[in-house]
């Protein structure tokens, strides 16, 4: 029952929002992430040598790996039976035989009678190659007129001249390095001659157009352009210097690794005589690393392509 006077309704108080939590951050600035890599950055110099030295051991060893397997079948085919020991002695026989070689100092007495020989021979026929085939090679009548007495002494054996220098110069030292010259003159000479005449005709135009004197221009343009050919005929000079001299020491010397090879199987000392030709082999490679390396000394000017 409602009476006269209303009841007021309750005053309804508004909500307020909540308010939202402010984050409290300090004053100092988030730290940066770290860089890749950057917690090994102490490490990593101790890591590049490594990792240097990782690569050439993988190259040394894919560059070895045929001569690794020539050597384990050298050494298991005479015990196997594969071959016969009596003629091909097994590799561990032949190092031996090299070692007792070298103690007793025969190896050194005949590979340093070799090195002064075939060295000396090569090196005149470097001074005497190099300078003729620039001449050659630079004017065309001096070609022209040595052309054809240049075929026929390049198409003539080293060795089968041997036997005239023999007979010309005696069984001592003159004639096995005179040999030894002979091999050597023509490789260098030839690659000579052709990178003179192969050099870029566009380069010698523009040499000639800023007045440069032929010495100037044999130093700027013909003799760079002729390092790698005429580093080619030295290098195989290189090769048949050893080569021949092995063969004219096997006629009418007392020392000397072919001597050596030669006796050796006269005396049928066959590890001996293994033990020579390995040391040829191994004088030979070390040789053409040298020259390798000066040659690459010497272009270095090139760009690699």
Known sequence: MTTGTDTAAPAVLPVAAPVPAVEVRDSAPPPRPAAPGAGSAGRRPARQPLRALGRRLRALSVRSAAILALLAVWETAPRLGLADPTFLPPVSEVTAAWWELLGNGQLGRHTWASLVRSFGGFGIAVLVAVPLGLLIGWYRPVAALLGPLLEVFRNTAALALLP??????????????????????????????????????TLVRLARSMDLSTPRLFQKVILPASVPAV????????????????????????????????????????????????????????????????????STWRVPS
Request: net charge neutral; proline share 3%.
């Open 164 to 201: 005239v220098f023999v007979l010309l110069l005696g069984i001592g030292e003159t004639s096995k390095v005179s040999i030894v010259v002979y091999a050597c003159v023509w490789p260098i000479l030839l690659n000579t001659i052709s990178a003179v005449g192969n050099a870029d005709p």
């Open 231 to 298: 580093f080619t005929g030295i290098r195989l000079a290189g090769a048949v210097s050893i080569l021949v001299l092995v063969a004219a020491e096997m006629i009418g010397a007392k020392a000397g690794l072919g001597y050596l090879i030669n006796a050796s199987q006269f005396n049928f000392a066959i590890p001996q005589m293994y033990a020579g030709i390995v040391t040829i082999s191994a004088i030979g490679v070390a040789f053409n690393q040298l020259l390798v390396t000066i040659e690459r000394r010497l």
